[in-house]
């Protein structure tokens, strides 16, 4: 009976411990989900911008996507160097430059009211790269709480159009990622 | 070798009780929601604590690369203003007025979280989209003060006003999203302007 109870109260104990530890890794097995899907599509994963058109029915990479936003996305690397992300938007349409760790949280997002121009230039670099915090270069510097994460930047199409679609994309595979 | 094997067992058995009761929380975020505000059908996260791993988990579940509150509000109604789950078996009138944000938008989503499938590649409405409810007023000072409203349709039979199609879907979620809302709608996420969705009987 004594080892019944003290049976008990260990599989209580253990099985919080499960439970604590599944919902504090959840979001990383969903990015990883995520990353995988990714992978098998692209083989040049890392510090590379994919560019998404508007999301439909057929779009099933991430749960309830947005279908009024093209986006450049890209998962950044960088362990080894920072990287230093640049583009030219348009102007007088909602924009966004946000980045994610791969725990999910958004840690850094601006939009283009928030930017001084319709051009963004941004370094990600975390702690270790110290010499780039003298920045010898116009950008912005960003830390990243580790050496890995994710890139989205949204554009607005206020409406569904061929041509609309075609020049906002434009906009998109203009922005460029390179490791400095 | 008796406790080990008693161990092992205890360790695995604990490991399915507790990831499986995490998943079903996960999975079933009507009973978990103490932390959402509620204005009529419609509930929103009005702080994203991502400090808090429940909802750190919840957000990457259904709304993977969600930008944070500061930047947009996201609303959400599963139900109707009496209480009953969205779906394709019913017709649903949504009414409601423009919110104060510099850009919104409604989307419907099925019950795999995904775009509903439809021949015209309808999923939703925003402000430049939408079709407003002409309105008449023989006092010009009133129609030029008077909020426009909008209705929309949610139905699996097509409509020539603001249709949102509902396929077949046993349960259907409405996302309202607002784009830098301004200070007020964050003081009052709970008694702000909301669409009101009936069905239709």
Redesign the interface.
Same mark, same amino acid.
């Given at each position: 009976m004594k080892k019944a109870l003290l049976y008990t109260i260990i599989c209580f104990g253990l099985s919080y411990g499960f439970y604590e530890l599944t919902i504090f890794y959840y979001p990383n097995l969903v990015y990883y989900g995520f990353y995988q899907k990714v992978a098998e599509m692209n083989p040049d994963l890392e510090n590379t911008f994919r560019i998404l058109t508007a999301p439909d029915e057929d779009s099933r990479l991430v749960v309830k996507p947005n279908p009024d936003f093209a986006y450049a996305s890209a998962f950044y690397n960088i362990s080894e160097h920072p990287i230093r992300i640049k583009g030219i938007m348009p102007n007088e349409t909602y924009w966004s430059v946000a980045l994610y760790q791969p725990n999910t949280i958004n840690y850094f997002v601006r939009n283009d009211q928030e930017f001084d121009s319709s051009e963004f230039d941004l370094i990600i670099s975390n702690n270790q790269n110290l010499q780039y915090e003298n920045n010898i270069y116009s950008s912005e510097i960003i830390h990243s709480p580790g050496s890995k994460g994710f890139i989205l930047i949204r554009l607005l199409l206020k409406e569904r159009s061929e041509v609309l679609e075609q020049e906002m994309l434009s906009f998109l595979t203009s922005i460029s990622i390179e490791a400095i | 070798m008796k406790y080990a094997v008693?161990g092992i067992f205890? !360790?695995l058995?604990?490991?399915i009780?507790?990831?499986s009761?995490?998943?079903f929380?996960?999975n079933n975020i009507n009973t978990n929601t103490s932390f959402m505000i509620y204005n009529g059908p419609w509930r929103v996260n009005p702080v994203m604590d991502?400090s808090n791993?429940?909802q %750190?988990?919840l957000?990457?579940? !259904?709304?993977?690369?969600?930008? %944070?509150e500061?930047?947009v509000i996201y609303f959400t109604a599963t139900m109707d203003n009496e209480g009953n789950p969205l779906d394709s078996e019913h017709d649903y009138i949504i009414e409601g007025t423009v919110p104060d944000a %510099?850009?919104w938008?409604y989307?419907v989503?099925g019950d795999d979280?995904?775009? !509903?499938?439809?021949p015209g590649?309808i999923?939703?409405y925003?402000q430049?989209?939408i079709h407003f409810t002409p309105q008449e007023s023989d006092n010009p000072e009133l129609s030029e003060h008077t909020q426009p409203i909008y209705t929309m349709i949610l139905s699996r039979d097509e409509s020539d006003h603001n249709w949102l199609p509902s396929g077949q879907n046993k349960q259907l979620?409405i996302?309202l999203?607002l784009?830098?809302a301004a200070p007020a709608v964050y003081k009052n996420l709970a008694t702000i302007p909301l669409p009101d969705i009936k069905k239709v009987p």
């Open positions: - | 008693h205890l !360790v058995l604990s490991a009780i507790g990831t009761w995490a998943l929380q996960l991502l791993h429940f %750190r988990a957000i990457a579940k !259904v709304g993977l690369f969600a930008l %944070r500061t930047e %510099r850009y938008s989307t989503y979280n995904f775009l !509903v499938p439809n590649k999923y939703g925003n430049e989209t979620a996302t999203r784009y830098n």
